[in-house]
């Protein structure tokens, strides 16, 4: 078997594509600045819309026009060569980056066919499995009846729940037999997108199952907590059978009720907008993907998003998903603060609140009801991955 590469001669191709979209978009704003210096409007107003013209105008013309030749071709150049070469498996080093870019781009990826865009896949023992009985076979010699699905959060990998030889999942089935399986998926589109996608892969999942499943649980990080919610609800929605095996559901810093980090984005995008001057750069804050977005309230349906435009500022838009009946659900929340109660300002995990990771909210009708929560001090978001006191807590509920 090959050795794993850092690079694929497709990451050539879509490195390519964004560079030229990256050139034009910067075409774009600089115009737009210019457009606006050259009228002079108010310092607040609207913006200047009106593009460049005469011979200004024809030079931005110009250079989105030929940076688009060249995008071309390249892209043409480059084509046979990832035909011919033979693409090796990734190593955990690329895995990493390019989740990361998919966190913060995956939206555009997926909609632009950018080759870095990733496919949403389970896994096991690090490969993507195909989900038929064969393939479950002879990926899982000896599979259990109890499947545990490990989902990750943004910009992360499956790889990322392996920490010095620490991982929930293999720990979890080496004492408790459960067959863990992780996802794997683009974090950059929408919560509800994946949401969907994940309920069919679990319909197929269960369905392909070399074993009768007797039971499913679920442990999820941070936006894979948003995800797997958004999954239950469009799981039961179709009809599948997987939500009947759901027994438990378990999150780990999870924001049920949104992040303030992407709330304070969404107030600079307001900021910038508020003066024809500062208008263009608010395209810049505007790159961010739509899994991103979605983390200001902790979206996770399509009705919160669809036919509105997710950069304006306005209020929590979301409408009241309820937890999976008959399912117990628990969460993890963590603060960087001490036990003895030195809480960080914000107390959080450096990402999520407490507040919203323990579903708390002060409307009765969107807090949570879990069954029951837990709290670890003196530790960060990603710390929830790997912590052997937070796996502790993980065994007592999946033992029962």
């Not at 064969?134 to 989902?151: F, G, Y």
Request: aromatic content about 6%; some cysteine; overall charge negative.
């Amino acid at each position: 078997m090959p050795e794993p590469t850092h690079v694929r001669p497709t990451d050539a191709r879509g490195v390519s594509r964004m560079a030229i979209d990256a050139t034009i978009g910067i075409t774009d704003l600089v115009e737009a600045m210019h457009s606006t210096i050259l009228r002079l409007p108010r310092i607040f107003g609207a913006p200047v819309t009106s593009p460049t013209g005469g011979i200004t105008g024809l030079v931005y013309n110009s250079v989105r026009t030929i940076t688009a030749l060249v995008g071309g071709g390249i892209d043409l150049a480059l084509a046979p060569l990832a035909s011919l070469l033979r693409e090796r498996s990734s190593s955990p080093e690329r895995d990493a980056v390019i989740a990361a870019l998919n966190g913060v781009l995956g939206d555009y990826l997926e909609d632009s066919g950018n080759p870095l865009a990733i496919r949403m896949c389970l896994r096991i023992d690090g490969r993507a499995v195909e989900l038929t009985r064969p393939a479950l076979a002879e990926a899982i010699p000896q599979p259990s009846d109890k499947i545990l699905l490990l989902a990750h959060g943004l910009c992360l990998t499956d790889q990322h729940w392996e920490h010095e030889g620490h991982d929930h999942g293999a720990l979890l089935a080496e004492e408790l037999g459960y067959t863990p399986v992780y996802l794997h998926y683009n974090s950059g589109r929408h919560i509800s997108t994946n949401g969907r996608e994940l309920a069919d892969m679990l319909a197929a999942l269960s369905e392909a199952w070399p074993v009768p499943v007797e039971g499913l649980a679920i442990i999820a990080h941070s936006m894979g907590g948003l995800v797997a919610r958004s999954a239950c609800h469009y799981g039961a929605r179709a009809g599948h059978a997987w939500p009947g095996q759901l027994r438990t559901l378990i999150f780990l810093g999870t924001p049920h009720h949104g992040s303030p980090l992407e709330r304070a984005g969404n107030w600079l995008d307001a900021l910038l907008l508020a003066s024809p001057y500062t208008a263009a750069f608010a395209r810049l804050g505007q790159i961010r993907s739509a899994g991103i977005t979605d983390l200001r309230y902790g979206s996770l349906l399509d009705e919160d998003w669809a036919g509105r435009d997710r950069f304006t500022h306005a209020g929590d838009p979301r409408q009241t998903v309820p937890l999976p009946e008959g399912v117990a659900c628990y969460t993890v929340a963590a603060t960087t603060g001490s036990i003895e109660g030195d809480l960080d300002p914000l107390g959080s995990d450096g990402l999520v609140p407490l507040d919203s990771a323990l579903g708390a909210h002060q409307d009765p009708d969107v807090e949570l009801p879990l069954r029951e929560r837990w709290v670890g001090y003196d530790m960060n978001h990603m710390q929830l991955l790997h912590r052997r006191d937070v796996y502790a807590q993980l065994r007592q509920w999946l033992a029962g």
